[in-house]
């Protein structure tokens, strides 16, 4: 099992950039694929991006392609988002998640409790 903490959130203009952070606990983060999802108000939660457990393939939503970049580090048991030309329909809260099968799973087992993101006009 794994536990996910999400910090990084906050209040930015549009074209600025954030990172956002997930610390995972337990000493088996290599074994868990890595994503990013996102929920606007009244809309439903939809995936970002996704990381290999390796950190070799990832995989993104087209609506952020070029523009948002995950990434991990494994001796730290962390996955980043880098979320840089931020529009304001990138507002929502984001969702760290965890499979230990793949990237590309429909499934996510494990979620952190979620850190807003805002992007103002």
């Known amino acids: 099992q794994v536990q996910l903490v999400e910090s990084g959130g906050g209040l930015v203009q549009a074209g600025g950039s954030l990172r956002l952070s997930c610390a995972a606990s337990g000493r088996t983060f290599s074994s868990y694929a890595m994503g990013w999802f996102r929920q606007a108000p009244g809309k439903e939660r939809e995936f970002v991006a996704a990381i290999s457990k390796n950190g070799a393939i990832t995989n993104y939503a087209d609506s952020v392609k070029g523009r948002f970049t995950i990434s991990r580090d494994n001796a730290k048991n962390t996955v980043y988002l880098q979320m840089n030309s931020l529009k304001p329909e990138d507002t929502a809260i984001y969702y760290c998640?965890?499979?230990?099968?793949?990237?590309?799973?429909?499934?996510?087992?494990?979620w952190g409790q979620g850190t807003q993101v805002t992007v103002s006009s």
């Open positions: 998640t965890a499979n230990p099968r793949s990237s590309r799973s429909q499934a996510w087992d494990y």
